[in-house]
């Protein structure tokens, strides 16, 4: 199975909004509201910002919200901050009973 | 605190094998699904593997399926990862993980700090 698509990069300005996609498949996205959000900065393990589509996980900021349409998800980052620049990745449960991730997007508060 | 701390990993020559472990403490152990995911030097996150609570399901993706083996001890609070006729493209570093989500559809809320396997000869 191939990764779902994200964009490879992003960049916005601090206190803009951006929103990175996350296309699959009737079989992964599109079959389940199992999609998930990472954030991963250097050298560091990723943490969870987004799961079950839009739910946040306690401690989050609310800046972070998610939302699917169809086969695409999306992570909107609102009131851009400089710590939000990372890497983010996406995944999603799938018919095989499996995970996939998304390819990941680098995203540079400019 | 809750917390996955890991062990195992280094230099290993191409053939080779290796075991990797993930010991949890701060929670029920027992109650998860957990999870390997691992990344390659410059590279994104590659879902390695899931294994129920009971250990009743375990799931790989076709292009682990063979070599790679999940296994847990659930009274020891300790999750495994056996990784045998090791090739260089397995170079990565292995992140252990906690399936958080009220059905175990890949929300990954604990990570392990990961451990770093390279291949090489």
């Known amino acids: 199975q191939s990764a779902m698509t994200q964009p490879a990069s992003l960049s916005g300005s601090p206190g803009q909004s951006i929103t990175i996609s996350c296309t699959g498949t009737?079989?992964?996205?599109?079959?389940?509201?199992?999609v998930s959000w990472y954030q991963q900065h250097p050298g560091k393990a990723p943490k969870l910002v987004i799961f079950?589509?839009?739910d946040r996980p306690s401690g989050v900021s609310s800046r972070f919200s998610g939302s699917k349409s169809g086969n695409t998800a999306s992570l909107t980052i609102s009131g851009l901050q400089a710590e939000d620049e990372a890497d983010y990745y996406c995944?999603?449960?799938?018919?095989?009973?499996?995970?996939?991730f998304g390819g990941g997007t680098h995203l540079t508060v400019l | 605190d809750v917390q996955l701390v890991q062990s195992g990993g280094g230099l290993v020559k191409p053939g080779g094998s290796l075991r990797l472990s993930c010991a949890a403490s701060?929670?029920?152990?027992?109650?998860?699904?957990m999870n390997w995911v691992r990344q390659a030097p410059g590279k994104g996150l590659e879902w390695v593997s899931s294994?129920?609570?009971?250990?009743?399901?375990?799931e790989y993706p076709d292009s682990m399926k063979g070599r790679f083996t999940v296994s847990r001890d659930n009274a020891k609070k300790s999750l495994y990862l056996q990784i045998n006729s090791l090739r260089t493209e397995d170079t990565a570093v292995y992140y252990c993980?906690?399936?958080?989500?009220?059905?175990?559809?890949?929300?990954?809320?604990?990570w392990g700090h990961g451990s770093l396997v390279t291949v090489s000869s």
């Open positions: 995944n999603s449960y799938t018919t095989s009973n499996t995970v996939l």
């Open positions: 294994i129920s609570s009971s250990s009743r399901y375990i």
């Open positions: 993980a906690r399936d958080g989500g009220a059905v175990a559809g890949g929300a990954f809320d604990i």
């Open positions: 701060g929670f029920t152990f027992s109650d998860y699904t």
């Open positions: 079950d589509v839009s």
């Open positions: 009737s079989n992964d996205v599109g079959g389940f509201n199992y």
